[in-house]
């Protein structure tokens, strides 16, 4: 059993600022990639930002430059800090958490934190 605990959303200004944090415990063997993604209104899901276990990132092209993954691999936490939000930002934010065990890998996802910018 994985459970996941996200933490850190809101209702912020355009301009402003807020980190997520997304918190794994349980029983696996390693924490590998990690990830947030949002989903808006009557939108689909869509990628954030990764962060693999060596610390390689990848960003949607749309908030590059303004939001940073990094994680804390001592924690099993990961984090997403959102700098210069804009209202197009707006979304229920997922972490999903690659956990290994001897056997396989299994992608667990977060119960979703609101983030709301209004302009």
């Known amino acids: 059993q994985v459970q996941l605990v996200e933490s850190g959303g809101g209702l912020v200004q355009a301009g402003g600022s807020l980190r997520l944090s997304c918190a794994a415990s349980g029983k696996f063997f390693r924490v590998n990639d990690m990830g947030w993604y949002r989903q808006a209104p009557g939108k689909q899901r869509e990628l954030v930002a990764t962060i693999t276990r060596g610390d390689n990132t990848d960003y949607a092209d749309s908030v590059k430059g303004r939001f940073t993954i990094s994680r804390d691999n001592a924690k099993n936490t990961v984090y997403l800090q959102m700098n210069s939000l804009k209202p197009e930002d707006t979304a229920v934010y997922f972490c999903?958490?690659?956990?290994?065990?001897?056997?396989?890998?299994?992608?667990?996802w977060g119960q979703g934190t609101q983030v709301t910018v209004s302009s």
């Open positions: 999903a958490v690659d956990c290994q065990t001897l056997a396989f890998t299994t992608r667990y």
